[in-house]
C-alpha cells in the first residue's frame, strides 16, 4: 500500500505557529488533503505531550488515531481515519570546529514510551516548555545519541538540510559536509530532508548524498499548510517500522515512491539578497557584487541555491538512476487565486476549496490523481487549465530569499482570455 505521509509540522505551542495548530484541525485537514500520516509535531513540549496522551489513542504498531471525541464534525470527500506518529523537532545551537552552529533536526519516535524516555533525557539540558520547537545547547550528535540511548528505533534526521540559518549545509551556520556534520554517528542519518527551498534534483548533485534517502515534509505552521510537501511510501502495512525504514530505503518491500515538492523557487531562501533593502540576486550575481549589498554595504543572506552550487561535486541537471520521482505541487487555493485573480484566503476562494474537498475529492487527487475530463465536471474551466499547467510545470515563478516567500503564477493573461473565450461558445 501508499501511504502519504507529512511528519515535519508544528503547533500551537511552538514560535510564529496558529491557534488552530492542534490534532483536531491537523486530523481534519489531513483528510481535506488526502494524507494518510501525520506527525504530531512538538512532542517535545510538556503541555502538547500531555495533550497527545488525552486526546489520541494507541492503533498498534507505533501508530496512533484521534479518539473520536476529538475529530472535527466536518464531511469530507476523503473518509479515510489519518493516523499520527510522534514527532518533533530541536533546534541544536552548539560550537564546534570554532564556529557556533545551529541545525535543526526531526526526531520520530516509535512510540510514546520511546518519546517519554527521550523527554526525560533532553529535560535535563534545556528547558523544554520554552517552546514547542526546544532551543537546546546541545550538538546534534549527542542529540542523536540521546535518540538512540531512548530507544535503537528512533529516527533521526536532519531538518531543511539548506536554510541559510538553521540548516545542517545552511551558509550561515552549517558544515560542508554530511561527515563532517555527523562525525561518527553519520552511518545512523539515513536521510535529508529538503525544506521548502531545495528540491530533490539540487540534492542529488552532492555525491555524498547518494546512499542517503532524500524525503520532504510541510514544516507546516497553520493546519492548511499541511502536505505542501510530503514523502509517499510503499509499505507492505501500516507500521512505525515500516514507514521509517521505507524513509531509509528506496529499494525494497518499504520503500519510498516519490515526494510531492514545493516549486524551490517558492521557498524563503531559494535566490540571495536582502529583504530590507530589497535587492534580489541569483548566484550569479552574488558572486559577481561579492556577496555585498549595494545599499547597505553589508554582505547579502547567501540563500539555497548559491550554497547547492558552492558544495556540488556536480553539474545542474544531473539525473542518477534509480531514485524516487518527483513532483512539484501548487497548492490548490493558489491556482483557483490565481484562475479567478482573487486572493488564496479570500472567502470566494476559501468556499470553493470546501467544497471541493467536501464533496468531490481529496485535494491530492484533485492535483494529481483525476482525469481532466472529469475535473472539468466540477470545476471552472480555468481552475483545470491551472492545474493541467501545473502538471506539465508551465508556472512562472519568482524566487524567495531572506525570509520572503517566492510566488509561482499557474496563468499568463493569454491563458485567461483563451479559456474565458473558449467558455462562451
Known amino acids: ?77 476523503a473518509s479515510h481515519d489519518p493516523l499520527f506518529m510522534y514527532t518533533s523537532e530541536v533546534a541544536c545551537i552548539f560550537s564546534r570546529g570554532g564556529h557556533v552552529r545551529r541545525v535543526h533536526v526531526l526526531l520520530f519516535a516509535p512510540s510514546r514510551e520511546a518519546a517519554a524516555r527521550l523527554n526525560a533525557l533532553l529535560g535535563k539540558v534545556g528547558k523544554l516548555a520554552s517552546d514547542g520547537r526546544p532551543i537546546l545547547g546541545l550538538d546534534m550528535i549527542r542529540l542523536a545519541e540521546f535518540a538512540r540511548e531512548a530507544d535503537p528505533d528512533f529516527l533521526v534526521v536532519p531538518a531543511h538540510v539548506w536554510t541559510p540559518w538553521f540548516g545542517m549545509y545552511g551558509s550561515k551556520s552549517g558544515f560542508d559536509s554530511f561527515e563532517e556534520a555527523w562525525g561518527e554517528v553519520a552511518p545512523w542519518i539515513p536521510a535529508v530532508e529538503t525544506g521548502l527551498s531545495s528540491d530533490p534534483p539540487m540534492n542529488w548533485r552532492l555525491g555524498e548524498l547518494d546512499h542517503k534517502t532524500i524525503i520532504s515534509f510541510s514544516d507546516a505552521h497553520s493546519p492548511p499548510n499541511l502536505g505542501r510537501e510530503a514523502t509517499v511510501v510503499e509499505v507492505a502495512a501500516r507500521s512505525f517500522r515500516n514507514i521509517t525504514h521505507a524513509l531509509r530505503s528506496e529499494t525494497g518491500k518499504n520503500r519510498i515512491r516519490e515526494t510531492y515538492e514545493f516549486f524551490p523557487e ?124 501545473m502538471r506539465n510545470g508551465e508556472v512562472k515563478k519568482t524566487p524567495g530569499y531572506d525570509g520572503v516567500y517566492g510566488s509561482v503564477e499557474v496563468f499568463t493573461e493569454r491563458d485567461r482570455k483563451r479559456v474565458q473565450q473558449e467558455s462562451l461558445f
Open 266 to 389: 517558492e521557498g524563503m531562501y531559494h535566490y540571495d539578497g536582502h529583504r530590507a533593502c530589497e535587492v534580489l540576486w541569483s548566484p550569479q550575481e552574488t558572486r559577481k557584487k561579492k556577496g555585498i549589498c549595494p545599499k547597505c554595504g553589508r554582505p547579502v543572506t547567501v540563500g539555497v541555491l548559491s550554497r547547492v552550487e558552492e558544495l556540488a561535486d556536480r553539474k545542474e541537471g544531473y539525473q542518477p538512476r534509480n531514485r524516487p520521482e518527483f513532483r512539484s505541487l501548487v497548492p490548490l487555493q493558489e491556482i483557483i487565486g490565481d484562475g479567478l485573480e482573487r486572493g488564496k484566503h479570500s472567502k470566494g476562494v476559501t468556499a470553493i476549496y470546501e467544497t471541493l474537498v467536501g464533496a468531490h475529492a481529496s485535494e491530492f487527487d484533485i492535483l494529481l490523481r483525476k482525469p481532466l475530463d472529469e475535473l472539468k465536471a466540477f470545476l471552472d474551466p480555468i481552475v483545470v487549465r491551472g492545474i493541467e499547467r
Open 1 to 77: 500500500m501508499n501511504l502519504i505521509c507529512d511528519l515535519e509540522i508544528h503547533t500551537k505551542y511552538a514560535r510564529a505557529c496558529s491557534k488552530d495548530s492542534d490534532l483536531p484541525h491537523h486530523h481534519l485537514w489531513a483528510r481535506k488533503k488526502g494524507i494518510d500520516v501525520v506527525g504530531t509535531g512538538d512532542f517535545t513540549h510538556p503541555a502538547w505531550f500531555r495533550e497527545c496522551g488525552e486526546q489520541l489513542e494507541d492503533a498498534g504498531e507505533g501508530l496512533y488515531k484521534l479518539k473520536h471525541a476529538h475529530h472535527i464534525p466536518q464531511h469530507t470527500a
